[in-house]
């Protein structure tokens, strides 16, 4: 832990207080705990939630490793974001959130969006998304970009060719599948993002 800066902050709207906010809005973005984000930068979540309500500094050691937990670097930190400005993410710089011998699933929603979360999908034949399963209660629409799917939605099969669509709450269980000779891409469109989402 770097607590060498870590000195109780005064005023209003320092911007150390703007900071911290920043380094919150970032985290909450990515649905992250305090507790996680604190074991990723190796510093205790009180000291972190500290920080984010402007009650103390941190060290440039601290924001590095803070930065780098959430996926950013330390000059991200401190350069607000330009809403006018399109955010442009190349397809070999896709997160990845899931990645199997069959199946690969890369998030292209970027902050400052919070309204919508946009997954891509890659999957070789034989390949599924996942088991079955549930994630809060969102709308949520699957769109097939090439190849072709099976959306499993309660049950039942929906097979899906290029440029079809499904839509469905996310708290009723749901996959898709490729059951073709194939690979297939598709993408995921959550709304309002979920924890787990796709």
Not at 87 to 95: F, N, Q, S
Not at 117 to 139: I, N, R
Not at 144 to 154: I, K, R
Request: negative net charge; aromatic residues 6%; contains cysteine.
């Amino acid at each position: 832990m770097d607590f060498d800066d870590a000195a109780p902050l005064g005023g209003e709207s320092s911007p150390e207080e703007s900071l911290g906010a920043r380094i919150r809005e970032f985290r909450e973005a990515r649905r992250m705990s305090l507790r996680a984000l604190a074991a990723q930068a190796q510093t205790s979540p009180g000291f972190l939630s500290q920080l984010e309500r402007g009650q103390v500094n941190a060290s440039i050691g601290t924001l590095r490793k803070l930065a780098g937990g959430l996926g950013m670097t330390l000059p991200d930190l401190f350069t607000p974001e330009d809403a006018n400005r399109p955010k442009v993410l190349r397809r070999a710089e896709r997160p990845v959130i899931h990645a199997s011998n069959l199946t690969s699933k890369y998030l292209l929603s970027q902050k400052p969006l919070r309204n919508l979360e946009v997954y891509a999908g890659e999957l070789l034949p034989g390949g599924d998304a996942s088991e079955a399963f549930t994630h809060g209660d969102a709308q949520e629409m699957i769109v097939v970009v090439s190849g072709c799917a099976t959306l499993e939605l309660a049950g039942a099969e929906y097979p899906l060719d290029v440029g079809d669509s499904a839509e469905y709450r996310t708290s009723t269980p749901h996959t898709v599948r490729n059951r073709s000779a194939y690979p297939t891409e598709v993408l995921w469109i959550v709304s309002p993002p979920t924890a787990g989402a796709t």
